[in-house]
């Protein structure tokens, strides 16, 4: 195992979160940023790495906006895991993929979510998993507006 994701997954105090969700174009494909976001961020021991792109435009990753979303995820650890724990794998050979996809280290956890593995879920837990979705993304783009 890589070392550097050795250290990231086993030290308690890191913290990772990625997420990304946009349209399934070609990159030089004029709407291929219109709905895009695109967010990668590590915090291992006190190093912060990653990027953040919204749209077509990026942003500075800050210790605040980590501590933001580190917060978000505390706030929201357990929906964050029934989320994932709903996901069924079989639901693969139904879509053809693209969505959001999230990662998430938060302490001991690793949580992935995958919106191709929730097309056959209910449509009670469809509503939870897009509402728990817009929620993250408008967390996102109100800090970021907020602190341009």
Same mark, same amino acid.
Not at 2 to 30: A, C, T, V, W
Not at 31 to 54: E, Q
Not at 71 to 76: A, F, G, R, T
């Given at each position: 195992?890589?070392?550097?994701?050795?250290?990231?997954?086993?030290?308690?105090?890191?913290?990772?979160?990625?997420?990304? &969700?946009?349209?399934?174009? *070609?990159? &030089?494909? *004029?709407?291929?940023?219109?709905?895009? #976001?695109? /967010?990668?961020?590590?915090?291992?021991? &006190?190093? #912060?790495?990653?990027? /953040?792109?919204?749209?077509?435009?990026?942003?500075? /990753?800050?210790?605040?906006?980590?501590?933001?979303?580190?917060?978000?995820?505390?706030?929201? /650890?357990?929906?964050?895991?029934?989320?994932?724990?709903?996901?069924?794998?079989?639901?693969?050979?139904?879509?053809?993929?693209?969505?959001?996809?999230?990662?998430?280290?938060?302490?001991?956890?690793?949580?992935?979510?995958?919106?191709?593995?929730?097309?056959?879920?209910?449509?009670?837990?469809?509503?939870?998993?897009?509402?728990?979705?817009?929620?993250?993304?408008?967390?996102?783009?109100?800090?970021?507006?907020?602190?341009?």
């Amino acid at each position: 195992m890589n070392n550097e994701l050795y250290q990231l997954i086993y030290n308690s105090s890191s913290f990772m979160f990625e997420i990304y &969700d946009g349209r399934i174009l *070609p990159k &030089d494909h *004029p709407n291929y940023y219109d709905d895009l #976001i695109d /967010i990668k961020v590590i915090n291992r021991y &006190d190093n #912060i790495s990653g990027h /953040i792109i919204i749209k077509n435009e990026e942003y500075q /990753i800050t210790k605040d906006f980590v501590d933001s979303i580190f917060n978000y995820v505390e706030l929201n /650890i357990n929906k964050l895991i029934e989320m994932s724990l709903k996901q069924n794998s079989e639901a693969e050979k139904y879509t053809s993929g693209g969505g959001l996809r999230l990662n998430i280290k938060y302490k001991s956890m690793l949580i992935s979510i995958d919106e191709r593995y929730t097309i056959i879920m209910s449509e009670q837990e469809q509503n939870e998993f897009y509402i728990l979705k817009q929620n993250i993304i408008n967390t996102i783009k109100n800090y970021l507006n907020a602190n341009k």
